[in-house]
């Protein structure tokens, strides 16, 4: 942190690109699914694509693994075409959400089969499953039946299975969705150790922003089969670029505000924006929104954007309330503060202007 609390950005060395996607165009009966995407993967990088059901996600996904062909574009891997590869020549391997286990082998043989598939030679078959089986900490379980496995345990075996294969990406198809809550959370924890411990590329597949956010080195978020942002799951959060992309990733007020002389106005709110002269829309976290410091009557400090309104709905969350706060003229915020207590009736909010972050109401690119 630096001394206005701010994260001291990272320094970061060159990055080594492993996959290329440019200008990829995907259709179904005619309807477009995925148009024009192009991103860079780096190597040993975890990727996250985010989106909500029809974003186009899985398909980019299949479009890596060869299990579907581009209508028009390329992917490379370290700069030769993948695309034009068969599926099993890639050195990509998939984990997909049914986990897809053989139940009538034995957990040991099940990460074996693709070894045995390959023609790898036998010798070498025991040592591989052996060592992947101990990266996902499965050894003990090596002659279980699946029947026997809970649906952690059946993850990680499709995860060794995966990892048996030595892929340079390794892809995830919403892995994690069929576990519950608590498992899922646990299973978070392990999946990021896990890449890091191996080194290889993962990309990641879900409709969860939570997830996302915990997992990824990066966060490519698919809107109808566009990109609307790719960044850092911090950056996302903070500095999102579209109205859209603040609203899926966590909650947001919309501010919707005319911006005259550096001055952004948004109803009963003022506070100082360096951006263009014009309508704007920007985002403010609950979070960013607080009860006022300032002496009744005082006049706010430079920066900081000072309103009023009446309290019409508190949660109890712990720590932090969820207020919901009624500012007049159909202006409702909703504000998470540290819990102070009931709250009724007019009270007075602020927040630092640079915590509004100016986004475009348009699509992705």
């Not at 150790?193 to 990066?218: C, K, N, P, W, Y």
Request: with cysteine; hydrophobic share 40%; aromatic share 6%.
């Amino acid at each position: 942190m630096n001394a206005s609390g701010s994260p001291v950005p990272v320094e970061r060395g060159p990055v080594e690109v492993l996959l290329s996607i440019q200008k990829v165009e995907k259709q179904f009966a005619g309807r477009p699914v995925l148009c024009g995407i192009s991103l860079d993967v780096a190597s040993g990088e975890f990727l996250t694509i985010l989106g909500e059901s029809g974003s186009g996600k899985t398909t980019l996904l299949r479009l890596i693994a060869g299990f579907e062909h581009l209508d028009s574009g390329e992917i490379r891997m370290a700069g030769e075409r993948l695309d034009q590869i068969p599926a099993h020549r890639r050195e990509v391997n998939t984990v997909f959400q049914s986990y897809a286990i053989f139940p009538h082998l034995s957990v040991f043989e099940n990460v074996a089969y693709g070894l045995r598939a390959k023609s790898v030679a036998r010798a070498e078959i025991p040592p591989r499953v052996t060592q992947a089986l101990a990266m996902v900490k499965m050894s003990e379980f090596s002659q279980s039946a699946p029947s026997r496995l809970s649906g952690g345990q059946q993850q990680r075996v499709a995860l060794a299975r995966a990892l048996v294969n030595r892929p340079r990406v390794l892809l995830l198809d919403e892995p994690l969705s069929a576990l519950d809550a608590n498992l899922r959370r646990q299973m978070q924890v392990e999946l990021k150790s896990l890449q890091r411990e191996v080194g290889i590329t993962f990309i990641f597949v879900t409709h969860d922003q939570e997830e996302a956010m915990a997992l990824s080195d990066r966060v490519a978020l698919l809107r109808a089969g566009r990109l609307e942002q790719v960044a850092e799951p911090r950056e996302i959060y903070g500095q999102p670029a579209t109205a859209y992309a603040a609203q899926f990733i966590g909650q947001t007020n919309l501010l919707r505000a005319e911006v005259r002389d550096g001055i952004a106005n948004a109803g009963p709110m003022a506070w100082p924006s360096a951006g263009p002269s014009g309508a704007a829309t920007f985002s403010l976290r609950p979070e960013a929104i607080r009860l006022s410091s300032a002496p009744q009557g005082a006049r706010p400090a430079g920066g900081t954007a000072h309103f009023h309104g009446r309290v019409q709905n508190q949660t109890f969350g712990g720590a932090m309330d969820l207020v919901e706060i009624d500012c007049g003229n159909s202006h409702i915020l909703r504000a998470r503060i540290p819990s102070p207590g009931p709250l009724v009736g007019q009270q007075e909010f602020e927040f630092a202007a640079s915590d509004a972050v100016r986004v475009r109401e348009g699509g992705g690119s």
